[in-house]
Every structure is written in structure tokens, then in C-alpha cells.
């Protein structure tokens, strides 16, 4: 709570939410202040919130774009949607850290508009990565926070919401979910082709799948299934 | 309302590596066996590989009692809290930890049995570490070396022989202890990264080897060879390749009709009567509680829980906690310090996206005393150990060595470039049990069923940390010798929460010092016995599910051996 200067409530004044409230449907319009555009422009379409305020989302997702951002090397975090997977997540196995983003962002983006006199997710990259090497320095359990969960949610399985369409994995050329690694699979020579798919892609992992994998040996590709998997509930 | 449940012979506590592998000598004696697990039966389709909720999340949360009992951590009796982890290391399932946990089955070395004798007879008495309450076991490797063979087969373990009765094989271990025969399978697959490790270990005159796994290296028992597709690391085998209890001992207890497992059963009690025997088990399951008698008991939780459980169970005859009279519950507390590690940067991808923790190669030419300490100030060492392991998450996570910032294009370009060159070793360094190292319950922290969580009173001493300082200038060789152009040596940590946890009802003969005897039973309650790291003296420096399951073994064969005597 150290930059909530006027000592009073936590949330963001109504004034902000207002100001804010106008920035939202000036780009949902279309319309984007110039100095808005690099927070919006693969965005323009809102995805539904489940936990977090419009104003929270928009600063979380400026946030998470100049941690892994979008540059000469490709997407990042923004394609990845890793602010859409925390958001989910924050409703889920993430709820304990709720209260630590509201907080957390709110004193981001109110440390933004006093230093430089305008909300977080406005500010040119330049400006967003200067008020966040501060922000690294002042509160580096927050920080720590959101840079752990938008790693999450830039390279997890697509299943969480994140990762979209592999961004993250290709980014870092993984190879991918193999259910079986052959010898050349583990050679030093680099992979030909890169298995995109999520571990629930796979059938053994899907809907029905326990079942399959009692019965079937169809997910692997040399070996032998175990029989009788199933059988094997002797409750008393 | 209790509950109270037809007489059996033994009842475990515990279906995990240790209960679970138990129950197999109980059950072919003919024995009835009443297995009480916590958790459940997981199934291949559970073992989805997702690093997210696998390594992150603590699957499978909501069959994991131990999530709501994790212990607290202090330094010393005077330090505050350690941050207390969300999410404990171990399960409970059918099968426990051996569901997830990476599979490496070693021997001790011959050391880790006679610390003290071998220490002063090589160095002096003055060599002991201050403070430490170390004894040497009540027997040496050759007592417990049929009971390693006995479970290597039946639990199925894959390795490579480094010495059979006394004759050297240069492509496994040569510093192991004599060993009976060959491993029932070959070793798990090399890949081109530990060959490579391998060729540098010998450029300096060190000797790497393949270690032993508890993963099928081919079909056997009708369960599949290992697929090496990774996600062994808190994850289960989706080809049931891993020799986790649950497919391995259990299967073949319970075709014997002599072993009955209750799910879901959450154990409160141990009861014992006036006599000071035990006399059964109280544990509630769907809301019910229940006793359930036996004739003997074995307790077969984790370190923590077996102290807990001990601690817990007051009656007339311990009135401190049952096997508790000469307040031995709990001391002798060790556990590894795995923090203490050194990372390398590659100048080369090393593709280590697939593999297994137990697919690697190791190094022991530090470990215990294979080599001379007398100019060295700390006894014991370290299992330098390399494997081929890597995930997405934990990929993009890694250090950037100093080279970038970190985060934002600068660091996107170096995890671009290097998320396939790092590499983290895997150092297991000798801890010794110490005076004011110990367990004991937490005078305020409870679980959801009022009863206090184990406090854990512990830090690395000067032993210790000398011998993790030493473990690191070693790896760093290592990793030089092989063409890391760079080295990051972590922390050395303490002793929190661990996987690798053991003592607390320490093995022995003086009954002054230990909770059980030389066959894992009550010095005070001659019909319970103990399985379970907690009996351990000594932590040796390499992963201790083996040995726990040869004791575990060793000590249910000497119940039914011994079982007029002991439950008449």
C-alpha cells in the first residue's frame, strides 16, 4: 500500500474509473488515442473478464506485453493471452493471489499517473518499462508475481487459456507433447517437426479417456499397455 | 459413534512405497492385511502431461490429505517461521509417492552404514561433527543387501551393475557395495546429452555411469518399457512403465486375496492398551470413524506423518506419545539439501525436452567416503548427478546467467536463443541428524480436523554447508570439462519441507537413543513396527526409496517370520 498516498481507499478513485470508463469505449469505437495504440491494437475486441475490473485487465495486460513483449522476434505474452489466462486463474488455482493484483495494480497504475501523468496502460512502451523497473525495485514480491504467472501463461498448455496458439512453445522452439521420445527424438540434432497439440488433445487424456487407456494401447507408438488397469479396485 | 471393525492380523498404515511394497511378504505369508490409504487409485488416464498443474499446482489437490497438513519450518527453537509452502511435496494415493516421485532407487553406499566406526578408525573420533547424535546403523550393507536384491526384482528396477560380489564393473557403479547379482533389466536408455557428460566426466577422472531406476528399461510383468517421453516429475506413468507401487508390489499383494485397502482413510490414532501393546488403528473415512484391531501394526506414513502419528497417539502407557517414553520421537531429524545446485549455460542446444529425472548419468567419486577427507574439514559428500529433463514453464524460467535482463526483449531474446542450453544438476549431499535438528507438533498450526501439524525444527550445519561448497566446485568441473561456457552456483538453503526427509523414529539397538529396534519394531511396543525413511540413521547422499523398501521389506518378512512372538 506504500504509493496509496492519500491513505484512504484501496480502489481506484471514481474519477479514474470514469476517466477510464471514457478510454474504453473510445477504443471499443475504434477510435484510439494515438499514445493508447501500442496497449491495444491485437486487442480491440474485449474477451469477458471473470475476475478482474476493465481498468485491472488493461493495465495487467500493458503489464504482461513489456515483460515478454511484441517485437522484431515475434509475438509474446499478448498473443499468448497470458493476461486472459490470469485473469481465469485468478477465479481458480490462482484465487489466493486475488487481492494481491488488485492491490498491486491498482498502486501500478496510480504510480504511473502521478509520475507520469497518465494511467499505465497509455504510456508508450519507453515509459510502461520505466515505471515497471521501478515498480521491479519498489514491490518485488508483486512484481515477481506477475512475471511467474504471465511465464505461466505464456508457455502452459494451451488447455489453461494461455499459450494461444503456441506462441509461447514457439518462441522457444519446443518440440512439443510427445507421448513416446524415441532415441532420435533425444539426439543433439535439432527437431524437424514440432508436435503442437495439448496434453487433452492427446485421446488417453480426453473425454473418456480413462476408459481408453484401460483398454486400448492406442496413444503410443512402441511398447506394450499394461492389461487390466481397470480391474485393479479391490475397495474394501 | 465409532465404528468397530472385524479383527485382522496386520494392519498398514500407508499404501505408498513403503506400506505398499510391506504388504507383499504379509499377504504371501498368509496373513491378512488391512491396507488404510488416505488417498485414492489414480489410473494411467490421470497422468496427463501438464506441467502447469503437475509441477505448479500440486496435483492431484483433492485427493491430498498431506495438503492440509503441511508442516511449519523454523531454523532453530528461537527463528521465525519460514514462509510455509502451499502445496507438500508428497501425496497420498495407492501407491503414494511412488505415483510421482522420479524413480532413482539406489543402494547406500557401504559408508552411510558406519559413519562413526569407519570415520574414526580412517580419521579420528574428533572427525564426528559437534553436535551431531550420529550413530552407525545396527548392521551393514550386507544385512540389508538381499533385501535391496528382494525388491529390485519385485518392485522392477533397471541399472547397471557396477559391482557383483566383489568384482568391479567399470560401466556401473564402482564405488557401490558388493551386490549379489545383476539388476533384473538394463539400464534406461543414454541420450546423446549424457554421453556427452560421460565423455567429459572422463577428461578429469571422474567416472560416470548410468544410475538405477524404478522404470521398466523393457516389458516386464506386463507392464509396458519406459516411453521416455518425460513428465515423471510429479507426474505418474501413463504407460505404467514406472514401477510404482501401485502397479508394481500392491498388484501382486492383492492377488493373493490376503490384502484389503481402504481408501479414503484418514488415520487419527494408533490405540494401544494397558500393557503397552497396540491394539489397533481409529480412522475416519466419509465422516465415519472407525477402529479397525489388529494384531500388529505398521506404520508406513512419511517422516512427517509417522512422527505425527506417533506424537499423537497418547495413552495411560505414553503418556507423551506412543514409543514415546524416552522421547526419542522426532529427534534425529535429517533431510537432503537439494537447494544447493549449480546451473550451466550451453553454447549449443542440448535437447533436453524429453527424458526422465532417472535418465542420466551420475557420479560418485565425491559421495560418502570414496575419497580422502583427511585434508577436508566435513566427513560425507555428494551424488553429482545430470539428467535429460526440461518443460516449457521451467524452460522460460531459468537464469539468464547475467547475460540479459530479466525480462522484457533483451530476455526475450536470450530464453529465445538459450531456453534448450541451461542445464541444472542434481547434487544429493550427505546430511548428518544433529541435537537441536528435530520434529515435534506445532503448538498452534492444526489441520481441518483440530489435530497439530509437525513443526519442523531444523537447519544445515557447518558439516553441511562445507560439503555443499565442495559439491558445487565439483560440478562446476564437471561442467566446464563438458563446455558450459557458463556457471551459477544457488543458495544453500535450509531444511524445510522436504521430499528427502528422514529420522524420527530412528533404527537401533540402545533403546536410550532410538524408537525402534534393528527389525523396524518399538523399542516399548513390541507389536508395531515402523517402515518408512523415519527409521533411517543416516541420510546417505542419493535418493532413499530403495532402502526404504528393503527395510520395509526386511522388517514385514521378520513380522511374519517372527509372529508368534511377536503378537503373541
Known amino acids: 500500500m506504500g504509493n496509496n498516498s492519500d491513505g484512504k481507499s484501496p480502489g481506484p478513485s471514481r474519477r479514474d474509473m470514469l476517466k477510464l470508463a471514457g478510454a474504453a469505449s473510445t477504443l471499443a469505437g475504434g477510435l484510439a488515442p494515438a499514445e493508447a495504440a501500442p496497449a491495444v491494437k491485437s486487442t480491440l475486441r474485449r474477451e469477458a473478464l471473470e475476475n478482474l475490473s476493465a481498468a485491472e485487465a488493461d493495465t495487467l495486460e500493458a503489464f504482461c506485453a513489456r515483460l515478454i513483449p511484441t517485437d522484431a522476434n515475434g509475438p509474446g505474452a499478448r498473443e499468448a493471452r497470458a493476461a486472459h489466462y490470469i485473469d481465469h486463474a485468478l477465479g481458480g488455482a490462482l484465487a489466493s493471489s486475488r487481492d494481491s493484483y488488485r492491490s498491486g495494480l491498482m498502486r501500478l497504475d496510480q504510480h504511473a499517473r502521478q509520475s507520469r501523468g497518465a494511467s499505465f496502460a497509455s504510456l508508450a512502451p519507453e515509459a510502461q518499462d520505466a515505471v515497471l523497473t521501478e515498480i521491479e525495485k519498489t514491490e518485488p514480491e508483486f512484481f515477481g508475481l506477475v512475471q511467474q504467472h504471465t511465464i505461466q501463461g505464456t508457455f502452459c498448455d494451451p488447455y489453461y487459456g494461455g499459450n494461444k496458439d503456441y506462441v509461447g512453445w514457439d518462441l522457444i522452439s519446443y518440440p512439443g507433447i510427445r507421448l513416446s521420445a524415441s532415441p532420435a527424438d533425444q539426439a543433439l540434432a535439432p527437431h524437424a517437426t514440432p508436435v503442437r497439440k495439448s496434453a487433452y488433445d492427446f485421446p488417453m487424456f480426453g473425454r473418456g479417456g480413462a476408459a481408453l487407456a484401460d483398454h486400448t494401447s492406442a496413444p503410443v507408438d512402441h511398447g506394450q499397455m499394461p492389461q487390466g488397469m481397470g480391474d485393479m479396485r479391490h475397495d474394501q | 459413534m465409532t465404528n468397530n471393525l472385524k479383527k485382522t492380523d496386520v494392519v498398514i498404515v500407508g499404501m505408498g512405497a513403503a506400506g505398499g511394497v510391506a504388504a507383499l511378504p504379509l499377504a504371501r505369508a498368509g496373513l491378512d492385511v488391512i491396507g488404510l490409504e488416505a488417498g485414492g487409485w489414480l489410473a494411467p488416464a490421470d497422468f496427463a502431461p501438464d506441467e502447469l498443474r503437475n509441477n505448479f499446482r500440486g496435483w492431484p489437490q483433492a485427493v491430498q490429505k498431506a495438503n492440509r497438513e503441511i508442516p511449519t519450518h523454523r531454523r532453530s527453537a528461537g527463528a521465525p517461521y519460514s514462509p510455509r509452502p502451499v502445496v507438500h511435496p508428497m501425496m497420498n494415493a495407492v501407491g503414494g509417492t511412488s505415483v510421482h516421485y522420479w524413480a532413482q532407487s539406489w543402494r547406500l553406499n557401504p559408508w552411510d552404514f558406519k559413519v562413526v566406526s569407519a570415520t574414526t578408525g580412517r580419521y579420528g573420533a574428533a572427525r ?195 514409543s514415546n517414553n524416552h522421547g526419542q520421537v522426532g529427534r534425529h531429524y535429517m533431510s537432503h539439501n537439494q537447494a544447493a545446485s549449480v546451473l550451466a549455460l550451453f553454447p549449443r542446444n542440448i535437447n533436453n525436452w524429453y527424458g526422465l529425472p532417472a535418465q542420466g548419468v551420475g557420479v560418485d567419486n565425491w559421495s560418502d567416503d570414496n575419497f580422502d577427507h583427511a585434508g577436508l574439514d566435513f566427513i560425507g559428500g555428494v551424488n553429482l548427478w545430470v539428467m535429460s529433463q526440461r518443460r516449457p514453464i521451467a524452460a522460460a524460467s531459468a537464469s539468464t546467467f547475467g547475460k540479459a535482463k530479466g525480462w522484457g526483449s533483451d530476455w526475450k531474446a536470450f530464453v529465445m536463443q538459450n531456453a534448450d542450453r541451461t542445464h541444472r544438476a542434481y547434487m544429493q549431499k550427505t546430511t548428518l541428524p544433529y541435537e537441536d535438528n528435530y520434529l515435534d507438533l506445532d503448538p498452534e498450526v492444526k489441520d481441518p480436523l483440530g489435530d497439530p501439524v509437525i513443526r519442523i525444527t531444523a537447519d544445515l550445519k557447518d558439516n553441511e554447508k562445507r560439503v555443499a561448497m565442495f559439491a558445487a566446485d565439483k560440478m562446476v568441473d564437471w561442467y566446464k570439462a563438458a563446455g558450459a561456457i557458463a556457471v551459477e552456483k544457488t543458495d544453500v538453503g535450509t531444511m524445510g519441507v522436504t521430499t528427502h526427509a528422514y529420522g524420527g523414529t530412528r533404527m537401533g539397538d540402545n533403546a536410550q537413543t532410538n524408537v525402534v529396534d534393528r527389525w523396524g519394531f518399538s523399542h516399548e511396543a513390541p507389536n508395531l513396527g515402523v517402515v518408512g525413511a523415519s527409521v533411517m540413521g543416516t541420510s546417505g547422499s542419493r535418493n532413499p526409496t530403495l532402502t526404504v523398501q528393503a527395510l520395509a521389506w526386511r522388517t514385514a518378512q521378520h513380522l511374519a517370520e517372527t509372529w508368534k512372538g511377536r503378537t503373541g
Open chain 2, 128 to 322: 564426528i561433527p559437534k553436535g551431531s547424535t550420529v550413530e552407525d546403523w545396527p548392521f551393514g550393507l550386507e544385512e540389508l543387501e538381499r533385501f535391496y536384491d528382494i525388491v529390485e526384482h519385485e518392485v522392477g528396477v533397471s541399472g547397471q551393475a557396477g559391482n557383483i560380489m566383489g568384482k568391479l564393473d567399470p560401466r556401473g557403479n564402482i564405488f557401490e557395495g558388493a551386490r549379489a547379482r545383476e539388476y533384473p533389466m538394463p539400464p534406461l536408455r543414454g541420450t546423446e546429452f549424457s554421453a556427452m557428460m560421460a565423455d567429459a566426466a572422463k577428461t578429469i577422472g571422474l567416472h560416470a555411469f548410468p544410475g538405477p531406476a524404478a522404470i521398466n528399461s523393457q516389458f516386464r510383468e506386463g507392464r509396458s518399457a519406459c516411453m521416455y517421453h518425460g513428465w515423471c516429475d510429479r507426474g505418474g506413468c501413463h504407460v505404467s512403465a514406472k514401477s510404482s507401487t501401485n502397479v508394481s508390489t500392491i498388484p501382486k499383494a492383492l492377488a493373493t486375496k490376503r490384502l484389503a485397502i481402504v481408501t479414503g482413510a484418514h488415520v487419527k490414532r494408533i490405540e494401544a492398551d494397558e500393557k503397552g501393546r497396540v491394539t489397533g488403528v481409529s480412522y475416519s473415512k466419509d465422516g465415519q470413524d472407525y477402529f479397525q484391531p489388529a494384531q500388529a501394526v505398521l506404520l508406513a506414513g512419511y517422516v512427517y506423518e509417522n512422527v505425527r502419528l506417533l506424537l499423537l497417539s497418547k495413552s495411560r502407557m505414553f503418556a507423551q506419545g506412543l
